[in-house]
């Protein structure tokens, strides 16, 4: 069998993808209580995204989205992570919310602070392991508008978007 290098960095980024959605359901949970979704994107549902992320630049004038979107065109895969919003059950020994409670917290549509502790500890997780494979990679809210724009990952509350590329060079950093 013959594979040419380029099929083999097709096929290494989508493999790393799928263990980086593992490596984020497997992250620590507040109380172990799993709000986090997955997904991974190719082909045109990425270029969806990247579509989306220009139109949101156009309407907003927010020129950084268009560049961004640039970086998701030249990536093989994205991985998308995101939170549902949900309380810990935590009740009145917590409060970092800013409510007297968790009920309070949900009754007020509140943010439970463990919801975006969790999204963090996942992404931090995902983008880990994305490094030890030697992938180039970005952290990217504006990835994150455009699939919650999309409604990719449902009620996602958060949503972060994490390209990934093999190339002689990162093409996420020294970006214009």
């Given at each position: ?9 097709e096929?290494?980024?989508?493999n790393a ?20 979704k997955?997904a ?35 990536s093989?895969a ?25 009920a309070?917290?949900k ?9 975006t ?17 030697r ?15 999309l409604?990719?990952?449902?009620d996602?509350?958060v949503?972060m ?16």
């Amino acid at each position: 069998m013959f594979i040419q290098g380029l099929q083999a960095e097709e096929t290494a980024v989508l493999n790393a993808a799928y263990a980086i959605c593992a490596a984020a359901r497997t992250a620590p949970k507040g109380r172990g209580i799993d709000f986090i979704k997955t997904a991974v994107l190719t082909g045109d549902d990425k270029s969806a995204v990247a579509r989306e992320m220009r139109r949101i630049s156009s309407l907003m004038q927010v020129p950084f989205l268009t560049r961004d979107a640039d970086n998701v065109d030249k990536s093989g895969a994205v991985v998308l992570i995101g939170v549902t919003e949900g309380t810990r059950g935590l009740g009145k020994i917590c409060g970092l919310c800013g409510y007297e409670d968790c009920a309070a917290c949900k009754d007020a549509l509140g943010s439970c602070v463990y919801t975006t502790l969790d999204l963090g500890i996942a992404i931090g997780s995902a983008v880990s392991l994305a490094a030890d494979l030697r992938l180039d990679n970005r952290i990217m809210f504006s990835i994150g508008k455009a699939a919650a724009s999309l409604k990719l990952l449902g009620d996602c509350a958060v949503i972060m978007g994490i390209p990934l590329s093999v190339s002689g060079k990162s093409p996420f950093f020294d970006r214009k």
